[in-house]
Nanobody
């Protein structure tokens, strides 16, 4: 059974920092692209950052220079370090694991963790 369990969300003031973690089980972690997405009320889910198995990374323009994604393959865990948080970063943050074997996608999601940036 595949499980992605996020943690580390919470309430933080503007300019503050949070570190999200996503612990994966039931998958060959190191072969998956791991991503963080977010969804704010009334908005579409959007990609925040992802890290591929070779450790290359992609970021949404809105978080470049503020957020850093990393992975620890020994712990089957992906992290999202979020600095200089802004109110517009408020959302549910979801962890995603994805890979494709031929034409068959393997796509898994966590339940999400709430991040609220407010004074």
């Amino acid at each position: 059974q595949v499980q992605l369990v996020e943690s580390g969300g919470g309430l933080v003031q503007p300019g503050g920092s949070l570190r999200l973690s996503c612990a994966a089980s039931g998958i060959g972690f190191r072969s998956y692209t791991m991503g963080w997405y977010r969804q704010a009320p009334g908005k579409q889910r959007e990609l925040v950052a992802r890290i591929i198995s070779d450790d290359s990374t992609n970021y949404a323009d809105s978080v470049k220079g503020r957020f850093t994604i990393s992975r620890d393959n020994a712990k089957n865990t992906v992290y999202l370090q979020m600095n200089n948080l802004k109110p517009e970063d408020t959302a549910v943050y979801l962890c995603n694991a994805y890979k494709k074997l031929g034409s068959i996608p393997f796509d898994y999601w966590g339940q999400g963790t709430q991040v609220t940036v407010s004074s």
